[in-house]
């Protein structure tokens, strides 16, 4: 089964515009990350923020976690046609060991319009 | 700095035949996922290598799918025989322990 799942599924802005995506998880997590994927290619890594953090930047990016309410959003400034992409949250659980697993959600297809 | 490089790209077998998907992983990662991907879908582990031995292969169809790690470095990913709900992109990812994964281009099979 899948540990985050994003919201919403879809979103459609024009650019210039701000996106907001979220992602809402079960389990106590170590940490919470955000990739990208265009299509047909692999996924890239956007950032990472641990559960003692509460807010991250990185360039037009601010991630922020509620660990309370096991939920993260990924927020996109200034959007740009190039941000066209499926966004997805993982998570990386609290047990330790060898068994870091990540487990990734389902999504979410942004597409930014000229 | 190479990524992760992944091979062949894209693959169309009948099933019931045999597919194998290579991995070379960034030099120094001891940590080597094989995800599958569905249309549509999030990324879906089927087995984690921890140098070369399996940490989680929890959701590797067994009766079907192999994977081996040779000496901590590269790894091969095969199904045999294929069925047609094994369409789907296989990506690769690769890490040091606790880190953000680093995803190969990844490997697109039809089984038809």
């Known amino acids: 089964s899948q540990q985050g799942e994003e919201d919403p599924q879809a979103l459609s802005i024009q650019e210039g515009e701000n996106a907001t995506m979220n992602c809402s998880y079960k389990t106590s997590i170590n940490n919470l990350q955000w990739y990208r994927q265009n299509s047909g290619r692999g996924l890239v890594h956007l950032i990472l923020?641990?559960?003692?953090?509460r807010e991250k930047h990185s360039g037009r990016l601010r991630v922020t976690l509620d660990t309370s309410k096991k939920s993260s959003s990924l927020l996109i400034t200034a959007s740009r046609a190039a941000d066209t992409a499926s966004y997805f949250c993982?998570?990386?659980?609290?047990?330790?060991?060898?068994?870091?697993?990540?487990?990734f959600g389902k999504g979410t297809l942004l597409t930014v319009n000229p | 700095e190479a990524g992760v490089a992944q091979s062949p790209r894209y693959k169309i077998i009948e099933k019931r035949q045999s597919v194998a998907f290579w991995c070379n992983p960034i030099s120094g990662h001891a940590t080597l996922y094989w995800y599958q991907q569905i249309l549509g879908q999030g990324p879906k582990l089927l087995i984690q290598f921890q140098n070369n031995g399996v940490v989680d292969d929890s959701q590797l169809p067994k009766d079907r799918f192999s994977a081996e790690r040779l000496k901590g470095v590269d790894s091969t990913l095969k199904i045999q025989p294929a069925k047609l709900e094994d369409s789907a992109v296989y990506l690769c990812a690769s890490s040091t322990y606790g880190g953000e994964l680093f995803f190969g281009e990844g490997s697109r099979l039809t089984v038809l």
């Open positions: 923020i641990r559960s003692n953090e």
């Open positions: 993982a998570t990386g659980p609290n047990s330790g060991g060898s068994n870091y697993k990540l487990t």
